[in-house]
């Protein structure tokens, strides 16, 4: 524990011109006296610390020491690829892992190629929820990552629109969609997906599982988004939309930006859309908040559920006055 402090010590006195021994105590949650006795070690090892005192002061290196003792621990080789995503490294229990992994890299390289990649890390940022939209609690999140990268099964606790379930899990992936995190698991031989915000309670079992060979996170995603879009959306409505209803229905995701770019212009400022639905409520909704600016030719169950619809709205506006 304390050599991996000395080296982490070690990686910041070179990524930063001078660090007071206040700070390295915060950063290790040690006292400042045992920070006095890691600089005395270094500086016993060769390494040419030095400290000054009073306002100001601090230890630094002498300018132009640089080591290439810059060697990950596990934790850290795990974290490698959370480099860039801090936030998504905090949830998943890797955020420290993640620094210290970030800290040897900037370390190891050039003092031009530190000052380079130190310069795009604090001017790019990735901020993963929509807007209106709250990363959802998921207090379980460290322990089921822990789960999925050593391999051991769960039992989950989970809340679905069915009901709450009890599952015996073997997590195979974790995938951040939005500000959602969502669980990739096999049940049965079985691939199931759940959201990690509806599991109510998580226990790590000692029994271990054997990962599918031909088993592709990022393949098996795509393909469940490509069935979900096509099962939640198997209806498809004719319309004429004017170019304001246009831009309305861009704005409600991917599905209805696609049929608005394919969309063909009727020669009179309006285009006409093939516009996929979930069923003749969830549509007539949708469509009749687009008022006088769109015009639904078909499907017939379709038009009929918007007339229904709005001669509610007109009674319940009859009923006030």
Known sequence: M???????????????????????????????????????????AGVPVYGDRGPGGGF???????????GLNASEAEAMLMIGLPGQAAELGLGAATERARGKLLAALTPEGSALASRITGRFHLDPADWYQAAEPVPCLPALARAVIDSHTVFLVYKSWKGVRERKVDPLGLVQKGAKWYLVGRVDESLRTYRVGSIRKMDVLDQRFERPANFELATYWSQQLQRFEQELRPEVAQITASNEACRRLAELGGYAAQAVAAATDDGQGW?????????????????????????????????KAMREMAQAVLKNLEDVE
Do not use: H, M, W
């Open 2 to 44: 304390r050599a991996s402090r000395l080296l982490s010590i070690l990686i910041l006195l070179q990524l930063r011109a001078r660090l007071t021994a206040e700070y390295l105590a915060d950063e290790f949650e040690v006292s400042v006296r045992t920070i006095y006795r890691d600089i005395d070690a270094l500086s016993a």
């Open 60 to 70: 630094s290196l002498l300018d132009g020491y640089k080591t290439r003792l810059t």
């Open 271 to 303: 285009r006409e859309i093939c516009l996929p639905f979930e069923n003749s409520d969830q549509g007539a909704r949708l469509l009749l908040s687009l008022g006088p600016e769109v015009r639904v030719e078909g499907p017939a169950s379709l038009r």
